[in-house]
């Protein structure tokens, strides 16, 4: 504990450097959460880090150790290595898992994670961005929308946008993005999430002077190869 101590009293240490399973608990105190998060020891040494937040499709697990995530090494690999390559630490939520029910739980997990990586890291609070993909694609629209001061930007793949639980659909609250970047990338072949859900998006956030940018691809839903989640940070 004094090590500990030591360490975040002087976030320049290089003992924080890595892949590491992060962990908070609720405001009662009775139940844990966890995150994955990598920092590059490298930015340990710098400037205050840029940090972006992976927000999770899949929530069918009671604890993250017994997630998906854990489970999906090489894509957590990809990350990592294209996270060190442009300058970014990088967070994976869990957002509860099967108790999540709504964007609120998405926005508090965040802001949860938030602390914690501010007790040991010295981050850059400007610069906090959110992707997902799919439905993840979906919550990290709505959790920008739901808390627009929080985040320099949005990049998602296949979101849903125009469906979704009464008063939590990424179309019913577009006004609220009107300052932050958002990047939507979709494939002309998608069968799950046609691209119309983007292209009325879109349309919908020009009328309130918000120009998101449309990329669309000839792929389909989603592709975890290594071009397509290097897309996250370029």
């Not at 009662?28 to 966890?34: C, D, E, L, R």
């Not at 020891?41 to 993250?64: R, T, W």
């Amino acid at each position: 504990q004094e090590l500990i101590n030591y360490v975040r009293k002087n976030k320049k240490n290089s003992f924080f450097a890595g892949t590491i399973l992060k962990t908070y608990y609720s405001k009662k105190n009775t139940i844990s959460y966890q995150f994955l998060l990598h920092v590059n020891k490298q930015l340990i040494n710098s400037k205050p880090m840029s940090l972006i937040f992976f927000i999770p499709y899949a929530l069918v697990d009671e604890s993250m150790a017994k997630s998906w995530y854990i489970r999906n090494l090489d894509q957590i690999a990809l990350d990592s290595r294209n996270a060190d390559k442009y300058g970014f630490a990088v967070a994976w939520l869990f957002m509860k898992g099967k108790k999540y029910q709504t964007s609120k739980d998405a926005v508090d997990d965040v802001k949860n994670a938030i602390s914690v990586i501010k007790n040991d890291y010295d981050l850059d609070t400007t610069q906090i961005y959110l992707n997902g993909e799919c439905v993840g694609g979906q919550r990290a629209l709505l959790m920008a929308e739901r808390c627009p001061d929080l985040f320099a930007g949005v990049s998602v793949k296949s979101p849903v946008t125009m469906s979704g639980p009464e008063n939590d659909k990424p179309i019913d609250f577009i006004q609220n993005l009107i300052n932050i970047p958002v990047c939507i990338q979709h494939g002309l072949d998608d069968d799950q999430v046609p691209i119309q859900n983007t292209r009325d998006f879109a349309a919908e956030a020009n009328k309130y002077g918000q120009s998101i940018k449309v990329i669309e691809t000839s792929t389909g839903h989603l592709n975890f190869t290594d071009a397509e989640r290097r897309y996250n940070f370029v």
